[in-house]
């Protein structure tokens, strides 16, 4: 039996063993992320910036002539998200994918101001850091408004911006903001790991690929931020680059971008994909039938096809 089947094997084996055991839980979710890890060809990686920030973050054991991409994940997320997309595009890019300040295991305080052109500036200093000049972009949710801000404030290092669900426009459904105006407590933010089930229920329409007690433990880390979500929350919406619509900004914004959607997004309406086929001078849109809030997890071999494609026609572009 090949090496790796083996310890596919053995690593199933060990989760379903330790799944029912409260004090293994956390061992057996951290476990299965490492070998997840690995198998996308990506190691963590822990660095201190010169504006204060701790960061984690995922790279790539990529080869240094490939493209460089940021991967920024949204709201109450991690860098976790793209792990399967990753996965999708081994060797073929150098991911660089950072827990975003407030989340995962990066820099988390309440007195912090965790705005969509704060946390543009931290991502650039993130950059500098690695010393990586220019770099494609890509963001889900609140983490495709803090793209399209990188794109706006330094254009000539982007060299494209990949829109996943995107915040920017900002169009809510129906049913979110319906249930935001009933509820005394946010769904997007668990204060329980049992909450969090419902929180995934919002994000993703299907299936992330999972188990319940992995959820679980995803649920238990989330609940003990809570307090720094509730900052997070209130700093990206009171930011005006959540609120771009009709205001000349995205127009400006020259930068070759793709935009991804999927059709049952319960969080944000399709018609955010029109608004910013109408506002972005260089787009086109893929719309993922089945598909929910968080697509490269959801689907993660459909929406890396579409970005393999779309890179490699913007580093055609570039070398014309």
């Known amino acids: 039996m090949h090496s790796k089947t083996i310890r596919v094997f053995l690593l199933c084996a060990t989760l379903?063993?330790?799944?029912?055991?409260?004090?293994m839980r956390q061992w057996a979710y951290h476990n299965g992320m490492g070998f997840e890890k690995w198998r996308a060809g990506l190691h963590d990686q822990t660095l201190d910036t010169d504006d204060g920030i701790s960061w984690h973050l995922l790279r790539?054991?990529?080869?240094?002539?490939?493209?460089t991409v940021l991967l920024i994940h949204g709201f109450g997320a991690d860098s976790s998200n793209w792990i399967?997309?990753?996965?999708?595009?081994?060797?073929?890019?150098g991911f660089v994918i950072p827990d975003m300040p407030g989340h995962g295991q990066s820099t988390r305080r309440t007195d912090m101001n965790y705005g969509i052109s704060e946390q543009a500036e931290?991502?650039?200093?993130?950059?500098?850091?690695?010393?990586?000049?220019?770099?494609?972009?890509a963001g889900n949710s609140v983490g495709g408004a803090i793209a399209i801000e990188m794109a706006r404030r330094q254009p000539q290092r982007i060299v494209s911006l990949g829109l996943v669900d995107s915040a920017g426009l900002t169009l809510e459904t129906p049913e979110f903001l319906n249930t935001i105006e009933r509820s005394a407590g946010n769904p997007l933010i668990p204060h329980t790991a049992e909450e969090f089930h419902e929180t995934l229920d919002w994000a993703s329409e299907q299936s992330v690929g999972v188990p319940g007690f992995?959820?679980?433990a995803m649920g238990e880390e989330k609940a003990a931020n809570a307090e720094v979500a509730e900052k997070v929350w209130q700093d990206i919406n009171l930011d005006p680059a959540m609120r771009l619509r009709g205001r000349g900004v995205l127009p400006e914004v020259k930068t070759p971008a793709l935009v991804i959607w999927g059709r049952k997004d319960r969080l944000l309406s399709l018609e955010n994909v029109d608004g910013f086929k109408r506002e972005l001078p260089d787009v086109r849109a893929i719309i993922f039938d089945d598909v929910g809030h968080v697509p490269m997890a959801e689907a993660p071999e459909k929406?890396?096809?579409?970005?393999r494609a779309f890179w490699q026609e913007v580093d055609g572009d570039q070398d014309q």
């Open 16 to 23: 379903l063993l330790l799944g029912g055991c409260d004090g």
């Open 60 to 67: 790539s054991k990529a080869p240094d002539d490939v493209p």
């Open 84 to 93: 399967h997309f990753a996965n999708e595009l081994e060797g073929e890019y």
């Open 122 to 137: 931290r991502l650039f200093t993130l950059m500098d850091t690695l010393g990586v000049k220019r770099f494609h972009v």
């Open 214 to 216: 992995v959820i679980t």
């Open 303 to 307: 929406t890396a096809d579409a970005f």
